[in-house]
């Protein structure tokens, strides 16, 4: 079953880029990868997902690596209102997410 | 933001009494989830929709019970509430699901359970 691990915690400072790693070695060929944040205590937030090629949106961008092992979301220009808690996710089976513990980004002003 | 609410917000009760925990969604989704969060374990599902009437387990079910009887309406019960059970539920939808495509979810904005 697909599993994904993060760092528990990172710091990050102001209008610097934010780079949140998570490996998934275990991931199968037609799975994606999906990221989410929770600010606070509110519901997770969707953020970005991706198959093979690298992505990009308005919030982030997302760069698998070529074996899809590992990939890593890229906020370029954090803002105090990032620092949340992100998750790296991979689906087991049809329906289940595995969310994981996440990694806590705290943005320094 | 999607169309996702929670009723209630808050709740406290006591041990051995049931309690349901109602979602309901404006955005006629096909795939309705339960999750619970607590500190050290990230968000588990509990219970997962894929239809009215069709609904299956996730990796924490026991001890709880759902129903679908309409698209809009998924209901967590606890037939008997635990305090293992004091934690905050989460309710999402996703319109797809199903290995190899795109299946964001949704959630709402949780409910908070304390079981005393």
């Known amino acids: 079953d697909a599993k994904t691990t993060q760092p528990p915690s990172m710091d990050c400072a102001e209008g610097r880029a934010a780079n949140l790693p998570c490996n998934h070695s275990?991931?199968?060929?037609?799975?994606?990868v999906y990221w989410y944040r929770q600010i606070h205590s509110q519901g997770p937030q969707y953020i970005i997902h991706?198959?093979?090629n690298n992505e990009t949106n308005e919030m982030a961008s997302l760069i698998i690596t070529e074996d899809r092992k590992s990939s890593t979301l890229i906020l370029p220009h954090a803002t105090l209102r990032d620092t949340a808690v992100y998750y790296c996710?991979?689906?087991?089976?049809?329906?289940?997410?595995?969310f994981g513990t996440g990694t806590r980004l705290k943005v320094l002003a | 933001d999607a169309g996702i609410t929670q009723s209630p917000r808050h709740k406290v009760t006591e041990t051995g009494t049931p309690v349901t925990l109602r979602c309901h969604q404006t955005?006629?989704?096909?795939?309705m989830y339960w999750y619970r969060q607590d500190p050290g374990h990230g968000l588990r599902l509990i219970h997962y929709?894929?239809?009215?009437?069709?609904?299956d387990k996730g990796e924490v079910s026991d001890g709880y019970s759902v129903s679908r009887s309409k698209t809009e309406d998924f209901l967590l019960t606890l037939e008997s509430a635990t305090s293992s059970q004091t934690s905050v539920y989460f309710c999402?939808?996703?319109?797809?699901?199903?290995?190899?495509?795109?299946?964001?979810?949704?959630f709402g904005p949780g409910t908070r359970l304390t079981v005393l």
């Open positions: 991706g198959l093979k």
């Open positions: 929709s894929y239809g009215v009437k069709d609904t």
């Open positions: 996710i991979v689906r087991r089976g049809t329906y289940k997410y595995i």
């Open positions: 999402a939808i996703s319109a797809m699901a199903g290995v190899g495509s795109y299946n964001e979810q949704f």
């Open positions: 275990t991931i199968s060929g037609n799975e994606y």
């Open positions: 955005e006629n989704h096909r795939y």
